[in-house]
């Protein structure tokens, strides 16, 4: 089955950048939604976007539109989070979620059946 293991997460000021990771392993990389999330302490869990690993079908959250940049390098079965001009509310716990694509990739987090163990972004201001 689908596992996912992300990392790179890493405390970092208001203003500065950060790419974290999700491994795909278990399963092919291509044909697959893979999503990213978050959640902030008290919060819901939000997305923030997700790719389509058999095309190039990428989406955003509004608020990470512009700053936050979705990739996958097909090597190396990884989907990156590329994020630009952090700021404090950016702080969560950020997840990597897999799903199987059928007719096109949701930013729902209980459409996702696969998810990693999360890593933790922190932005100072």
């Known amino acids: 089955q689908m596992q996912l293991l992300e990392s790179g997460g890493t405390s970092v000021q208001a203003g500065g950048f950060l790419r974290i990771s999700c491994v795909v392993s278990?399963?092919?990389?291509?044909?697959?939604?893979i999503g990213w999330f978050r959640q902030a302490p008290g919060a819901r869990r939000g997305g923030v976007a997700h790719?389509?690993?058999?095309?190039?079908?990428?989406y955003y959250s509004e608020s990470v539109k512009g700053r936050f940049t979705i990739s996958q390098e097909d090597a190396k079965n990884t989907v990156y989070l590329q994020m630009n001009n952090l700021k404090p509310e950016d702080t969560a716990m950020y997840y990597c979620?897999?799903?199987?694509?059928?007719?096109?990739?949701?930013?729902?987090?209980?459409?996702?059946?696969?998810w990693g163990q999360g890593t933790q972004v922190t932005v100072s201001s």
């Open positions: 979620a897999g799903g199987f694509y059928y007719s096109g990739c949701v930013m729902e987090a209980e459409w996702y059946n696969y």
């Open positions: 790719i389509y690993t058999g095309g190039t079908s990428t």
């Open positions: 278990g399963v092919t990389f291509g044909n697959k939604c």
